[in-house]
């Protein structure tokens, strides 16, 4: 028989629950401090910029300014072949990986499909167009038709700006070497050969 005369504890405990008590002081806590934390990644945030709409963009193309109007959106490709009328850069995959629109920004190789034309505003764009120097063609445009390193011709442009870049990078000492640095560059019609060769070529003189 029990005895226990203990009267019956009152507030948040009074169901024998500690577990609901715990969970309660948990969610009471969190919105405590939810605000100052919603306000600290605000603040590491910044203020937002957007743009919207077609915009005013300076590119400065093969050594000259070129102005074009056109939405933040528009890729450096479609920049150069829909609105500045330089056609040599090739649309191939359209994801980034052929490298058939290969150019280079201040030098360096990319992909411009994949880059946005208002991304580089103040940077020097050369494309295929810019090699040659008036009726002298570069020497990669030259070991290019010297070793026919090229079939279709479509990959070719790409190839020849990926190769410039190559000999620069210091990537083309050696065959194998060369192949793994061009290996970004598609050729459908399998003329890797003749590619490796020219740039080898251009690397040796270099």
Not at 56 to 77: F, K
Not at 118 to 124: I, L, S, Y
Not at 128 to 141: N, Y
Request: proline residues 5%; neutral net charge.
């Amino acid at each position: 028989m029990n005895h226990d005369q203990t009267p019956a504890p009152e507030g948040p405990l009074a169901d024998g629950s500690r577990r609901s008590f715990v969970k309660q002081a948990g969610g009471l806590l969190g919105l405590a401090l939810a605000p100052p934390l919603t306000g600290f990644a605000d603040r590491l945030a910044g203020p937002a910029t957007t743009l919207e709409g077609p915009t005013d963009l300076t590119l400065r193309i093969n050594g000259t300014a070129r102005t074009l109007r056109a939405e933040p959106r528009v890729t450096l490709l479609d920049a150069l072949r829909e609105y500045l009328d330089l056609t040599g850069t090739k649309k191939g995959c359209d994801h980034g990986q052929c490298g058939a629109c290969t150019v280079l920004v201040d030098g360096r190789r990319v992909n411009s499909c994949l880059t946005l034309a208002v991304m580089t505003q103040g940077k020097e764009v050369t494309t295929i167009e810019g090699l040659a120097k008036g009726d002298d063609l570069h020497p990669m445009q030259e070991a290019f038709l010297k070793h026919d390193g090229f079939q279709c011709g479509y990959c070719t442009p790409g190839q020849i700006m990926s190769g410039v870049a190559c000999v620069k990078e210091g990537h083309a000492t050696s065959d194998d070497q060369c192949r793994e640095w061009m290996s970004g560059n598609l050729c459908r019609c399998g003329a890797y050969p003749n590619i490796v060769a020219a740039v080898r070529e251009v690397a040796g003189k270099a």
